[in-house]
C-alpha cells in the first residue's frame, strides 16, 4: 500500500511563496502518477497539478498554469509542489496523491492513495 506524507505548509504573505513536499512510500515498480489536489472550506477537492513519476509529463489546472510548478525527486521518491505569488484564494489543504497508471488523470476520484493534508493560508 502506497503511504504519502506531505509537508511544508504554512502561513505565507500573499505575493510569496512556499514549497510543498510529499515523501512517497511502498511504492511498487511500475507506472505512478502523482498528483496535488487543494481543499478549501466549503468547496469541493480541485485538481491542481499531476506529473508521471516516469518521463515526467505534466498537468496542471489551467487557473495556476505559470505559478505552481509540479516536480519530482526519483533519488528521493518525492513530489515537489513550487507555489508562487501566492493569493489569498489559494488558501487550502493541499493534499498529495498517488495510482499506479500511465494515464494522466485529473480528477479526485482517480486516485487511490492520499497522504493526510498540509495547510497552506495566504494571508492579504
Known amino acids: 500500500q502506497v503511504q504519502l506524507v506531505e509537508y511544508g505548509g504554512g502561513l505565507v504573505q500573499a505575493g510569496g511563496s512556499l514549497r510543498l513536499s510529499c515523501e512517497a512510500s511502498?511504492?511498487?515498480?511500475?507506472?505512478?502518477?502523482m498528483g496535488w489536489f487543494r481543499q478549501a472550506p466549503g468547496k469541493e477537492r480541485e485538481f491542481v497539478a499531476a506529473?508521471?513519476?516516469?518521463?515526467?509529463?505534466?498537468e496542471y489546472a489551467d487557473s495556476l498554469k505559470g505559478r505552481f510548478t509540479i516536480s519530482r525527486d526519483n533519488t528521493k521518491n518525492t513530489l515537489y509542489l513550487q507555489m508562487n505569488s501566492l493569493k489569498p484564494e489559494d488558501t487550502a489543504v493541499y493534499f498529495c496523491?498517488?495510482?499506479?497508471?500511465?494515464?494522466?488523470?485529473?480528477?479526485?476520484?482517480?486516485?487511490?492513495?492520499w497522504g493526510q493534508g498540509t495547510q497552506v493560508t495566504v494571508s492579504s
Open positions: 496523491a498517488a495510482r499506479m497508471t500511465a494515464h494522466l488523470y485529473t480528477t479526485p476520484t482517480a486516485f487511490p492513495y
Open positions: 506529473i508521471a513519476w516516469n518521463g515526467g509529463r505534466t
Open positions: 511502498r511504492v511498487p515498480f511500475g507506472n505512478i502518477l
